[in-house]
């Protein structure tokens, strides 16, 4: 599968006008992340989302629900242990879709790669309190033995850092190899959210990975 759809900055946010400001400032991978809602709450806010991202050409992926995506035609799912296996979701959505897996192993990401996902978003690189109960912390040195394990094995799969992420961690993470970042808080919680996106964006399109 080719790198074309999968974009080196994902930003997460529970929120349609969130979604615009960063897609306004030029992001163009929105990931919806919502938890305990109803179908209905859940396809609506959706749906908001969508329209956003359809105006300034941008993927929306959900998480959780390959059901939902695929009724609102959203561009992929991101789907974690507890969720619908890959290899159904991939035969219900089929290979347009991107599919993203999480994953705190290498072990994790081989089976990843085996069952076709489009990314691998790993993690978690520092503490945060955007996600709960969250796997082992990997820190730079957890990332730089993941992805050279990968490099040797010559899998270029599009590995996704996530994690508490702020933007002054982006050079060492991509210098690990990893394809980009899924972040959350740094930019929502920016004083600037547009300026902040715009500097993420920046700072990983100038300093490449070699892993790509
Ligand atoms: N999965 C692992 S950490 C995380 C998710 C969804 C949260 C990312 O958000 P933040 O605020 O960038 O830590
Ligand atoms: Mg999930």
Redesign the pocket.
Known sequence: MSHATISPLQYITTRPEEAEVTCRAGADWIQLRLKNRSYADWKAIALETLAVCRQYRAKLIL??NPLLAADIGADGV???Q??MPIPEARALLGDKFIIGG?ANTLETILAHQRDGVNYVGLGPFRFTTTKAELSPILGLEGYRRILTALLHQQISLPIIAIGGITLADVPALLETGVYGVAVSSAITGAADPVAQTRLFLSQLTTSTSFFE
């Open positions: 998480n959780d991101h789907l974690g507890e969720d999480t």
